[in-house]
């Protein structure tokens, strides 16, 4: 099949095709015909599967044939909320479609600027979504469609309660579109309540593409780091990202790699600004960086072309987050590999420490919870110290 084999208008077609698009991905062959009728979807799909076109191409065409007035994309972060509004920029660019994001860590004061203007499309993430509603800057009555994109991440953000009271402000009357890599039980009684009449689409099995190729790379804990220089000298000139699991672990490693002469190295981690965290990534997109050290936040929606190697520096937590890092190669069809550290002397996450209190024993003359042992020799020192000067 070709895209124009979906009876697509003349004007979406062009969009794709500058945007190279020939052959639909199978996500987008079996979504888009049913976004355009106004199928409610329930749409279970990995990432780097075409998720965004599939639900953009689809609504830019209903906004364009006057079926949808108003559209929302509610994402789980940041930059996949640039990322989105990007690729449906592009996508609606002839047809004349506007796109506008609003997300955390930026000012609102700029996005609220921006979203005065007249846009067909918003995307936005859930916690600046329901600030400005508040301020009164954006009325959600306004929308009849919305799409929750990479639904199980909002979720596992803590992200259910904005959701929810983000659907229960949009018309009932509405088309409701949720695209998640995993559905489970959560996903699931939302879609009971929220997607009536809807219709469940599977692509593929939650597993690691066949094009995707994985190794292991086995080193005693002490030479853990040497082993990853060797991998990162190995592969040098190709764009590569190591997945550590702390935030404390990725800076660890960048000053290392950093001080050890490696050149182009970048991170990614929640305690960076905002600012911070896209203007790495842009670098990294456009070859400035070829080695990105990143933390789980790297490792869904984002969509980066031709990452040739990820390395798995600590072990996923579980398999799902597994599957979204590595699912940052081998994208579209295309060849990927993925290198697995393990040490098995390795030892484990270190605990936070408790506040252990003492146990309140007897104090001087028999009351009950005196000071502690220490305190009171200090105060005996004291007193014999004033009976000498006496």
């Known amino acids: 099949m070709k895209f ?9 077609i062009k969009s794709i ?31 780097g599967t075409g998720k965004t076109a599939a639900f953009g191409i689809g609504l830019i065409e209903r906004i364009s044939e006057g079926k949808t007035k108003k559209a929302l994309v509610l994402v789980p972060t940041r930059e996949l909320a640039v990322q989105v509004c990007t690729e449906l920029r592009g996508l609606g660019h002839v047809s004349q479609v506007k796109t506008y994001a609003v997300f955390g860590g930026a000012s609102i004061m700029l996005q609220m600027k921006d979203i005065r203007k007249q846009h067909e499309i918003l995307v936005a993430t859930p916690g600046r979504l329901v600030d400005l509603f508040k301020r009164g800057k954006v009325n959600l009555a306004e929308f009849d469609a919305i799409v929750l994109d990479e639904a ?22 509405r088309l409701t579109l949720l695209f998640s890599a995993t559905i489970d039980g959560s996903i699931r009684a939302i879609a009971d309540r929220y997607l009536p009449n809807s219709k469940l689409v599977e692509i593929g099995e939650m597993k690691v593409v066949s094009t995707i190729k994985e190794e292991k790379v086995e080193a005693p804990f002490t030479e853990k780091f040497a082993k990853l220089r060797d991998v990162l ?27 050890k002469g490696h050149i182009g190295v970048g991170m990614i981690q929640g305690n960076m600004p905002q600012s911070g965290r896209l203007r790495v990534l842009e670098k990294f997109k456009e070859g400035k960086l070829s080695i990105l050290i990143a933390t789980n936040v790297a490792s869904r929606g984002l969509h980066i072309d031709n990452v040739d190697l990820i390395i798995n520096y600590d072990r996923a937590e579980d398999k799902e987050t ?24 390795e030892p ?14 007897r104090g001087p003359g028999g009351r009950t919870g005196g000071r502690s ?15 000498r000067r006496r």
Request: hydrophobic fraction near 30%; proline fraction near 3%; glycine fraction near 8%.
């Open 348 to 361: 484990p996450k270190k605990q936070r420490k408790t506040d252990i209190r003492r146990p309140r024993g």
């Open 17 to 47: 095709n500058a945007f190279g698009y020939v052959t639909p991905t199978e996500v987008q062959e079996k979504t888009i015909d049913q976004i355009v009728s106004g199928t409610n979807l329930m749409v279970r799909s990995q990432t």
């Open 373 to 387: 042992s220490s305190s009171n020799e200090k105060r005996a020192r004291r007193k014999n110290s004033r009976s």
């Open 322 to 345: 597994h599957l979204h890092r590595v699912g940052r190669t081998g994208r579209m069809g295309l060849e990927g590999r993925v290198v697995n550290m393990h040490c098995p002397d």
């Open 4 to 12: 124009s084999d979906l009876k697509l208008s003349g004007r979406t």
């Open 152 to 173: 199980d991440h909002m979720l596992d953000l803590g992200f259910k309660k904005e959701v929810l009271w983000i659907l229960n402000k949009l018309q009932s009357n």
């Open 233 to 259: 000298n190995e592969n040098s000139g190709k764009r590569i990202m190591v997945f550590v699991r702390t935030k404390r672990g990725v800076m660890a490693i960048k000053e290392k790699l950093d001080n």
